[in-house]
């Protein structure tokens, strides 16, 4: 009888046990490792569309333990929460910002063209590290080290290092606003629901164009992470939308087009939180042709979800897409993101000749969408496939 083999066990890690204070300098090296190993097995699964709630995924929660699949299982989740096909960006600019500001330490500061540069050099790194069994060279290595970007396998068990701020960083400017304001100065990288912060919201009502100077303040937007005073446009953008003031929408507009943004990934939710006075407004900023791209694609997207949320408006909204389809003046950019949330709406079959059009004039960018995304396209895929 051939003898059975036994799995090695693997070597107990105290502090996985009590999950108190830090561990010690050799725990630390050995829960790091653990956690890599689980995570390249979580993502040899989902190369093979098995997920973790499968009996093979659940044989890692055995393994491993649930709550350190969960911590590995946390960047998947956040990056399945960006799905904005205009702003690809601010999001992990943002989520840059917030690792910096707890962990930054001694590190230097990337502006938004340097991070995403080298995020996209992590990138390629990390398909190369598939190709090795998940392990980094140097390089790699002192990339992923200055991003940062695998925090969320090491914030429970790295203490924070909060970064000075240096002096080509101005002064945060507190004394330029006024009470109830103040309070949001001092919430910081955290970024906690309004809900857990606000307790009384009419106090905030006469403050509307404060909240959206603030918004808009370049010297928060560009301040030092390691303030919490530079997070507050993020609470005054927000705050914007839970008071549904459409006067601030065209304003906000402007975000768009700074340049080192972490802010606009969020912008059609705060405009379309606004309701149906802002469809005028948002309406403006599709319109105009001199607008970037990003703004008026941005301004399409709340649109779309003002159509999804409000039946009244999905009629005028959907007219407007179709409309702007047929504009030859508008780039291929936006007329690929109308056309996508056109699509989103269940709209694009009414349109069809203006899509087609497009697409044979060259007006639309094939990067964001192709004419065989399109519903009557899979449809005669599936009759052929018959």
Known sequence: MARRRHAKPQTKIEWLEHRSGYPSPEEYEAILKRRYELR?????????????????????????????????????????SN????????????????RFARFGGQK???????????????????????QNNGVYGP??????????????????ITPEDIPTRPDSFPTPPISAYKE????????????????LLVRDWEVWNKHIPALTRMALDPAL?????????????WYALHMLAELEAAESAYALGELADIENDWLTDHLPHVWADMGTKVEPVVMMILDDLKSSDKRRGLAAEALSMLANEE??????????????????????????????FLDELDAEDEFRPAIESAFDED??????????????????????ND
């Open 180 to 195: 109830p304001l103040t309070e949001m100065l001092a919430w910081g990288p955290r970024l906690l629901s309004l809900s």
């Open 311 to 340: 039946p009244i408006l999905h009629r005028p909204v959907v007219e407007t897409f179709g409309r702007h389809i047929a504009n030859p003046a508008n780039s291929p950019t936006l007329t690929a993101y109308i056309i996508h």
């Open 83 to 98: 799905n904005s096909i205009i702003d690809e960006n601010s999001f992990g600019y943002r989520q840059y910002r917030q």
């Open 221 to 233: 937007l560009n301040g030092w992470p390691g303030d919490k005073s530079s997070w507050a446009p």
């Open 363 to 384: 007006r639309v960018d094939t990067d964001i969408i192709t004419l065989e995304d399109m519903s009557w396209m899979k449809d005669e895929d599936w009759d052929d």
């Open 139 to 156: 390089d790699a290595q002192e990339l992923l080290d200055l991003l940062m970007i695998d925090s969320d396998l090491w914030e429970d």
């Open 108 to 130: 230097p500061f990337l502006n938004a063209a340097e991070y995403n540069q080298k995020s996209n050099e992590h990138a390629q790194h990390l398909m190369d590290s598939l």
């Open 40 to 80: 390249m097995e979580l993502i040899m699964l989902m190369a093979r569309d098995i997920t973790p709630n499968s009996s093979e995924g659940q044989r890692l929660s055995q393994k491993y333990g649930d709550a350190e699949v969960s911590i590995v299982l946390k960047p998947f989740s956040k990056a399945f």
